[in-house]
């Protein structure tokens, strides 16, 4: 139940928190936790921009999304961990299966319901991001740029809410968010295939 816990925390923490942490995590300069790391190790000579680089402030989006949103993930898989026979690890033990060969043969075929559902709700927030691009934003340095600098992380939510409330063109918003719906139901449609055929 500790590690439950622990594995679930990020999910029910806000995400305004967890980018206030990220935040001081990749600040420039030896005031961030992570430059400073780099820094004493001597694996950089200078401050890494990972917050103020339009080349790295993308990346800082997918790390604390990873993070945030891995609980979920972990939950389910141990969820499912728990549906899988125990007798189907003693038999294949007794034929001399390994553990890789059990986690092959045994635990990623149990777990296929869940890899589907993983998958499926992992594409779906993927696409749409908001709240870590406009958050992480804040600390860019670059006062113009609402998505990051030079807006590096201006991507279709984020750009179906500046197209909408910042610049007020809601058609042209609307027509965004149509084709946003579109593309995550063709691939949820194409993942809904595909788990079908593996499964017959």
């Known amino acids: 139940r500790y590690w439950r816990f622990l594995y679930f925390s990020p999910l029910v923490t806000s995400i305004v928190s967890i980018a206030l942490i990220f935040t001081q995590l990749f600040l420039a300069g030896r005031q961030g936790w992570l430059n400073a790391l780099l ?6 000579r200078d401050p890494v921009p990972f917050l103020t680089s339009e080349h790295t402030f993308l990346n800082c989006v997918i790390v604390l999304a990873i ?5 979920f993930t972990i939950l389910v898989f141990l969820a ?7 007798e189907r690890y003693e038999a294949a033990s007794v034929d001399g299966a ?5 986690f092959w043969n045994i635990a990623v075929p149990g777990l296929r319901p869940q890899i589907f559902f993983v998958a499926v709700l ?5 696409f749409q991001v908001f709240e870590t691009i406009y958050t992480l934003a804040g600390k860019s340095g670059d006062a113009g740029a609402r998505f990051g600098p030079n807006d590096s992380a201006l991507t279709l939510v984020p750009l179906i ?25 063709a691939l949820t449609i194409v993942q809904i295939q595909y788990y079908r055929r593996k499964e017959s």
């Open 39 to 44: 820094l004493s190790l001597n694996l950089v």
């Open 67 to 71: 993070w945030h949103g891995l609980a």
């Open 80 to 86: 499912g961990l728990q549906q899988i026979p125990v």
């Open 98 to 102: 390994g553990p890789l060969r059990q």
């Open 122 to 126: 992992g594409m779906m927030g993927a």
């Open 161 to 185: 809410y500046h197209t909408g409330f910042e610049t007020f063109e809601m058609g042209k918003s609307s027509a965004i968010a149509y084709v946003l719906f579109a593309l995550i139901l």
